[in-house]
DNA sequence: TCCATTATTAGACGGAGTCTAAGTTCGGTG
DNA sequence: CACCGAACTTAGACTCCGTCTAATAATGGA
């Protein structure tokens, strides 16, 4: 890695966790981006650079991490079945999370400019994982990959939402798996 | 309804049909809150009176629509399983969507700033059925209902997604029915 | 050492969204 | 009909987000 990328990422990280710093004190809508500039010794310019705006700054992942979730993507064997890998893809970026997501969940409780984004931590890896299917799947119906893809995310929701405060991260992965079990059954095939 | 209230509608179907027409013409970032106010006959404020955000003018349904959603809702026979009501609801409410969804799609694939907005024309809906599903499982397991109800906007989402421009609005309504039923299934029921 | 490329910066700008204080319209009451 | 309080509208000022430009500084290779 060159020196140049090197001082990319140490700059984006300076950023971020100034950033994140800064609105677990105050609160989000209560930071300016010049704050947070200011706290990361750059230029107002130069957070546009590397965010493309306020929230992203909350939502974006780390540049390396996407190398763990494209490594995951191409661990699965080409003969599985694309509910059955959607759900162990799902499980292994979600275990990654264990650091960000209690911060990101207070954050959006304190906040409602965050609280009423619909975005979240999988933004970047939604992308990735689209395109992954898309090749995946190449030639088969796309109706039924796009569907399973939406409804693993939907899975994903349903375990985030419900989370309740005082539980810990290990149950939710916990409640995720049993979420992505019950949609792949068909909620037909279960309740009622 | 008195006349206050019906002056009120009528503003806001003033601002908001002035709004789509300049959308539609000029495309939605070249149009500012203040040119809609104008071409409206209010003032900026006003706007801001009638619409959280400039975003809010494409995605809010009209206030009697609320009245049909809400009667879908109560028509469901109580004893009915819970995902039959979510795919009958869900059918219903997108009937009703014929003369904006095409325009709605078209300003999402003119404007970036739409395209990449999670928002979409159910929002209200979606909070009020929350609001019926919440209710109506009260005493059940919250997961399953919380499940179920996600999975059916997955549903939805898909048959949106997979919309080609040139389908007609029938036959997205078509593909809605198959995309519920496949996910009452449950994905790994029919693929692979 | 020099040079092309790339990153950073200040500063100005337009527009979104909030707020306040003043004006206007409605609906009920005497 | 005249009045009053409540609800609605408005101008205008303000903050901050996000974009852009043109100038400066740092990097890595020749």
Sequence with gaps: MSLREQKKLAAWRAIRSAALRLFDQRGYEAVSVEQIAAAANVSRATFFNYFASKEAVV??????????????????????PLWDALTAIMIGFNERLADR?????????????????TQ??????RTDLRDWVATRTDGTD????????????????????????????????????????????GPAAKAN
Tied chains: 1, 2.
């Design 59 to 80: 939502f974006d992942q780390d540049p390396q991490e996407r190398d763990h979730w494209r490594a995951l993507m191409n661990a699965r064997p080409a003969d599985e």
């Design 101 to 117: 997501m209690p911060l990101q969940r207070r954050l959006k409780a304190q906040s409602p400019a965050l609280a009423q984004s």
């Design 120 to 125: 979240d931590l999988g933004e970047q890896f």
């Design 142 to 185: 796309p109706l039924t990959a796009t569907l399973q893809f939406n409804l693993a995310f939907a899975a994903v929701s349903t375990a985030y939402q419900t989370w309740p405060a005082d539980e810990s991260f290990d149950q939710y992965l916990q409640r995720l798996r049993r979420c992505l079990a019950q949609a792949g059954a």
